[in-house]
């Protein structure tokens, strides 16, 4: 049995999923600014859902950035005390990838250009191709690398994108981009711990996994840094 524990905390949902052999729970709420008071207490529930305990975890994961920089920081001294009180490896996940993935999931299609709105007038995006083998297995790869950009000034794609997330609210410049229209675009999709789990258990079976000092988030943005937080969560 591998079983991974993920949450998300980037945007204003707030979500902790658990995959144990590639069968996900998840609980998935839009909760502004409510993050630091939900966040273990779902932990809480859906490991008892499970009748599991982080003991019994191979992993944890989270959804690392780009994303509010606030919400980044609670995830990751989140996944970093349970980590620590555990003893447990931790996989960070893009939450644009993760995106991604659940645009294909809904819609299918090769191509998703994942975007979050980056406030003044900025992006945060990343692409992606998504393919399925002869056993019907997807596989996610990054095609574009993510960054924080202007939308105006993105490059010339030449890969039929879809949309996906909340920086796709300056859907007219980023289509301008395009070689073709995007034939579907999805606003109101937002990171989930679900896509993150399923991501990080591919992850996790490919040997990609950090020590819980090394699970720091991805702001994106240069002046913002991250101090490492000392354990405050024990077991649980």
Same mark, same amino acid.
């Given at each position: 049995?591998?079983?991974?524990?993920?949450?998300?905390?980037?945007?204003?949902?707030?979500?902790?999923?658990?995959?144990?052999?590639?069968?996900?729970?998840?609980?998935?709420?839009?909760?502004?600014?409510?993050?630091?008071?939900?966040?273990?207490?779902?932990?809480?529930?859906?490991?008892?859902?499970?009748?599991?305990?982080?003991?019994? *975890?191979? /992993? #944890?994961?989270?959804?690392? $950035?780009?994303?509010?920089?606030? !919400?980044?920081? =609670?995830?990751?001294?989140?996944? %970093?005390?349970?980590?620590?009180?555990?003893?447990?490896?931790?996989?960070?996940?893009?939450?644009?990838?993760?995106?991604?993935?659940?645009?294909?999931?809904?819609?299918?299609?090769?191509?998703? *250009?994942? /975007? #979050?709105?980056?406030?003044? $007038?900025?992006?945060?995006?990343? !692409?992606?191709? =998504?393919?399925?083998?002869?056993? %019907?297995?997807?596989?996610?790869?990054?095609?574009?690398?993510?960054?924080?950009?202007?939308?105006?000034?993105?490059?010339?794609?030449?890969?039929?994108?879809?949309?996906?997330?909340?920086?796709?609210?300056? /859907?007219?410049?980023?289509?301008?981009?395009?070689?073709?229209?995007?034939?579907?675009?999805?606003?109101?999709?937002?990171?989930?711990?679900?896509?993150?789990?399923?991501?990080?258990?591919?992850?996790?079976?490919?040997?990609?996994?950090?020590?819980?000092?090394?699970?720091?988030?991805?702001?994106?943005?240069?002046?913002?840094?991250?101090?490492?937080?000392?354990?405050?969560?024990?077991?649980?």
């Amino acid at each position: 049995m591998t079983a991974i524990l993920a949450i998300d905390t980037s945007t204003p949902a707030c979500s902790v999923a658990l995959i144990v052999d590639g069968a996900v729970l998840e609980d998935f709420r839009m909760a502004p600014r409510q993050h630091n008071d939900l966040i273990l207490p779902m932990v809480d529930q859906i490991l008892a859902q499970a009748e599991l305990s982080l003991a019994q *975890l191979d /992993a #944890l994961a989270f959804g690392r $950035g780009p994303g509010s920089f606030t !919400g980044l920081r =609670i995830s990751a001294g989140i996944v %970093q005390g349970l980590a620590y009180g555990a003893d447990l490896p931790v996989v960070p996940v893009s939450t644009l990838a993760a995106m991604a993935l659940e645009g294909y999931q809904l819609h299918g299609g090769d191509y998703w *250009l994942a /975007a #979050l709105d980056a406030r003044m $007038g900025e992006i945060y995006a990343g !692409g992606y191709h =998504i393919q399925v083998d002869d056993e %019907q297995q997807w596989h996610l790869q990054e095609c574009w690398a993510e960054r924080v950009i202007k939308p105006e000034v993105l490059p010339v794609f030449d890969l039929p994108y879809q949309g996906v997330g909340s920086g796709w609210c300056y /859907a007219d410049d980023i289509q301008a981009r395009l070689p073709q229209p995007a034939n579907l675009i999805l606003t109101d999709i937002a990171p989930r711990a679900a896509c993150i789990a399923e991501l990080a258990a591919r992850d996790f079976a490919q040997g990609k996994s950090v020590a819980a000092s090394q699970a720091i988030p991805v702001y994106l943005r240069d002046e913002i840094t991250w101090e490492k937080q000392p354990p405050r969560i024990g077991k649980r």
